[in-house]
């Protein structure tokens, strides 16, 4: 049974609220002239404690604000801790290695995008459909197809995605049907610019996690620690401890910054007379590592703060919408797209994820018994790493063999690895056979991979 709470983990008190859409959305005939306008804002490397809600450390006024009026997934993830095949996933609803996009668009592993975009869908389903910054995902007519607007902007222009928000917004109400417009941000992203100055005071106390003071990487997989030393997070090694809470304070003013922007849309949605009539989501394409486990950015490995990112769903309270926490039902962001194909009052495309509209409504929705994660590579490098991951236990497997499992219960910060450990063997047996099920069942090449 599902595990709901009405209040938010927070200091401010956040509140609980209604069970459900308006009648139009749960009855599931709405009128194409009652639908609801959808607007999707997205980060770039947000992890899901990257919150103030979450974590009074960030300061996110504006989606605090946003939280107390929605419903929050604490249990969400990415499939990849990669931009353009986690992208490429929500846009179409299918795993990564389905997508043609194993890897950051234009590098070894990216196919090309293969599958119709969620821009297409919306579109035959009769949405006027917008598209606002970063895309990272090519050019070709098949992935820009269904968009009636569609504006990529390059690096550093976040202000410029707001911009363009705010021209959109002044000429909806001419629009003649509803919208879904995607506002897609690139930061925290611009984290990745970030350089030690050793001279540098901290604006603010920043303390670092349990499981930067206890990791040791022993009984790791290697490849832990050679991207440690030599690739993400190299420009840190060896550095002392106030460098690593220089960096947790750079990453919290890019979350900052990002927050900022969200604020300014909310805004100029209810000034342009839209709030009450479009359902509104924040969520971010992967996480970040964040100093955890001495790590930063992303790469080949599958801990919570790369795998787990903020989903917030908003639906306005003239519609009924739901607020609160569900801690234990597994969002994956393949359920993008059949759940606004679903708030749409759409036929929902066959794909991998799952339509979010019942909980919406506040119905029971079996939790998914697992979820799968998949990382290919980063650059010119390729290391491929297949994780199954359930309520309990989380289990990977790199293309060399090298495994990890964490009791999440245990050992929340994933310290320990229980793979090579006779007491564990038979959890390590059953998830390895449930994973192994799973990639033949969905015809992933994994196995494949040279060792």
């Known amino acids: 049974m599902m595990q ?16 459900g859409l308006g009648a139009s959305l749960l009855l599931g005939k709405t009128r194409p002239d009652e639908r609801p306008n959808i607007l999707v804002i997205c980060s770039d490397q947000q992890h899901w404690q990257a919150m103030g809600y979450m974590d009074p450390f960030f300061e996110t006024p504006n989606c605090d604000r946003l939280a107390e009026r929605s419903l929050n997934l604490t249990q969400a993830f990415c499939p990849t801790p990669q931009c353009s095949p986690s992208r490429a996933a929500m846009m179409t609803g ?4 389905k997508t043609g996009v194993n890897n950051n668009h234009g590098l070894p592993g990216d196919e090309g995008l293969k599958l119709p975009t969620l821009g297409h869908h919306m579109q035959q389903a009769g949405y006027y459909t917008a598209y606002h910054g970063k895309w990272h995902l090519g050019t070709t007519a098949l992935a820009t197809a269904g968009w009636d607007s569609f504006r990529m902007t390059r690096q550093h222009t976040d202000r410029q995605v707001t911009r363009m928000t705010r021209r959109f917004f002044s000429r909806a109400s001419k629009l003649e049907k509803p919208f879904c417009l995607f506002a897609m941000y690139l930061e925290p992203h611009g984290i990745q610019e970030f350089a030690v100055d050793p001279g540098a005071k901290l604006a603010l106390d920043a303390p670092l996690g349990e499981s930067w003071r206890k990791e040791t990487f022993e009984n790791k997989p290697a490849v832990q620690t050679q991207i440690r030393e030599q690739k993400g ?33 909310l805004k100029l949605l209810e000034d342009n007379g839209l709030s009450n009539n479009t359902i509104v989501v924040v969520t971010s394409d992967h996480g970040e590592m964040d100093t955890f486990h001495r790590l930063i950015f992303k790469g080949p490995f599958m801990y919570e703060h790369v795998m787990r990112i903020p989903m917030l769903v908003h639906v306005p309270e003239s519609m009924g919408g739901r607020t609160g926490v569900l ?3 597994a969002w994956v962001n393949m359920d993008l797209l059949p759940t606004l194909m679903d708030i ?12 979010m509209l019942p909980i919406l409504r506040g119905e029971e929705q079996a939790p998914l018994p697992f979820v799968i994660g998949q990382y290919y590579g980063k650059g010119q490098w390729i290391h491929p790493v297949r994780m199954i991951r ?3 236990y989380k289990y990977t497997r790199d293309h060399k063999g090298d495994e990890e499992l964490y009791d999440l219960q245990q050992d ?6 229980l793979a090579g450990l006779e007491t564990h ?12 099920t799973w990639m033949k069942e969905n015809e992933d090449p994994f196995e494949s991979f040279a060792k």
């Open 390 to 392: 359930t309520a309990r």
């Open 94 to 97: 299918f795993y990564p290695h």
């Open 412 to 417: 929340p910060h994933e310290l320990t690895n």
């Open 233 to 265: 997070a190299s420009k840190l090694a060896g550095q002392p401890e106030e460098a690593w809470k220089q960096y947790r304070v750079a990453y919290r003013e890019r979350v900052r910054r990002f927050d900022a922007e969200v604020g300014k849309v």
């Open 344 to 355: 749409a009052g759409a036929e929902v495309p066959k794909c991998d994820g799952r339509s």
């Open 327 to 329: 801690d234990d039902y």
């Open 4 to 19: 709901f709470r009405p209040k938010l983990p927070d200091r401010r008190s956040l509140l609980g609220g209604g069970l």
């Open 425 to 436: 063997a038979q959890t390590r047996s059953q998830l390895d056979t449930r994973l192994r």
